[in-house]
């Protein structure tokens, strides 16, 4: 149980609550006056039976962020991110200074609109996101009560809609580029793949017979050649091969031997590409050479994909699974403004459904009715 202690020292008189924790942990606060640490000590008692007990905790904000994220299963290029998160807009904030138990709401919506003057919109949000799982964490850590992480207001942001390239478009990139490189923009083009996927495509997984391509490993940025996972359990999946693509790798591969460990686009050197080479490098001076839009990347030839099958009529749910999504959700709000005017497909579902039985179900209409104008 909880005691409160009279204490004198020099002539001042203090009361010290005294408590254990619910580790067993000797706890203990000095108040002025009697009456406070009384109501202290009977609070950490009903906080213990209620199960909301908050341990005392001088760690500040930026010092919980990074224990947080040391325990986070990342991948790499997340980790990466998190940390250059946590860094500029935590630790390097007034707000990463604070004890983590004293941050009141108000001083997170503070420090929301002043990162929403150096971020992107988008980028606010993660940071929101990034902070709000934090406090997740420490309230299950009991070490706030509850996270002031709550109701707050972000700039407003209305994502862009996404103007796919035409193939017009992507032959003329592909032109552009450097001879050996060429394929490149047509495999990523025609099979919807990541920057990531297409630097680690190999020929093992590449089934010409069957005209199918296994996505099973992706470079990240920085990794160096080294293969790992793809992006998330629902981006490793089969693709079908269409025969344009198929040309492309067949000549790519004569002209080009894949590397030893079966790399299909490598350097003169043999070497993997890196993301940068290829994507900001490569494909920016093509994009110039060509009259591209200014801003398109490669991941435009990823939209390309999706566009031309939501055009041609396949279901939202098929392109999710050809693009390696998780939710089929993020193609509709992604691409849904480029689906095709279905208005005249329902009618006609509609009608070849019920046929002649939409007849015998009318009303019977006195032929001496007048027509109604």
Same mark, same amino acid.
Request: aromatic share 6%.
């Given at each position: 149980?909880?005691?409160?202690? $009279? ?13 254990? +924790? ?5 706890? $203990? !606060?000095?108040?002025?006056? !009697? ?21 005392? /905790? ?43 138990? +004293? ?24 940071? *929101?996101? &990034?902070?709000? /799982? ?9 070490? *706030? ?63 010409? &017979? ?12 920085? /990794? !160096? ?5 793809? $992006?998330?359990?629902? /981006?490793?999946?089969? *693709? ?32 993997? &590409? ?19 839009? !200014? ?13 031309? &099958? ?20 993020? *193609? ?42």
């Amino acid at each position: 149980m909880a005691s409160v202690e $009279k204490l004198v020292r020099n002539g001042r008189t203090t009361y010290q609550a005294r408590w254990r +924790d619910d580790q067993g942990r000797q706890r $203990k !606060k000095s108040f002025a006056r !009697k009456g406070d640490a009384d109501r202290h000590a009977a609070t950490v008692e009903a906080d213990k039976v209620r199960g909301t007990y908050i341990e005392p /905790s001088k760690i500040t904000v930026a010092e919980y962020a990074r224990s947080w994220a040391d325990t986070r299963p990342h991948r790499p290029t997340t980790a990466r991110r998190t940390e250059m998160m946590i860094r500029l807009h935590i630790e390097g904030t007034r707000l990463g200074g604070r004890k983590l138990a +004293d941050v009141r709401p108000s001083e997170v919506q503070a420090w929301a609109t002043d990162r929403s003057r150096v971020l992107a919109p988008t980028t606010v949000r993660q940071a *929101v996101g &990034l902070l709000r /799982s934090v406090y997740g964490a420490a309230v299950l850590d009991r070490l *706030v009560a509850s996270s002031p992480v709550v109701r707050i207001q972000l700039p407003r942001y209305e994502r862009e809609r996404v103007l796919p390239l035409s193939v017009d478009q992507v032959a003329a990139l592909a032109q552009a580029m450097p001879e050996r490189y060429r394929a490149m923009v047509l495999t990523q083009a025609g099979l919807g793949l990541r920057i990531g996927e297409l630097l680690a495509l190999r020929v093992q997984d590449v089934d010409f &017979l069957r005209r199918t391509v296994r996505i099973e490993w992706q470079f990240t940025q920085g /990794s !160096k050649g080294e293969r790992s996972e793809p $992006k998330t359990p629902r /981006s490793r999946r089969s *693709v079908p091969l269409p025969r344009t693509v198929a040309d492309a790798l067949a000549a790519h591969l004569a002209a080009y031997p894949a590397a030893n460990d079966g790399t299909i686009f490598t350097t003169g050197k043999g070497a993997p &590409l890196g993301h940068v080479y290829y994507g900001h490098d490569l494909i920016g001076r093509a994009v110039t050479e060509a009259g591209l839009p !200014k801003g398109t990347t490669s991941h435009d030839l990823r939209h390309h994909y999706a566009s031309v &099958l939501l055009a041609a009529g396949e279901s939202v749910v098929a392109v999710a699974e050809r693009l390696g999504h998780e939710d089929a959700s993020l *193609v509709l709000s992604t691409y849904g403004h480029l689906m095709p005017d279905s208005d005249d497909r329902t009618r006609s579902a509609i009608d070849a459904a019920w046929g002649t039985a939409g007849a015998l179900c009318a009303p019977d209409v006195p032929q001496d009715a007048q027509t109604v104008r």
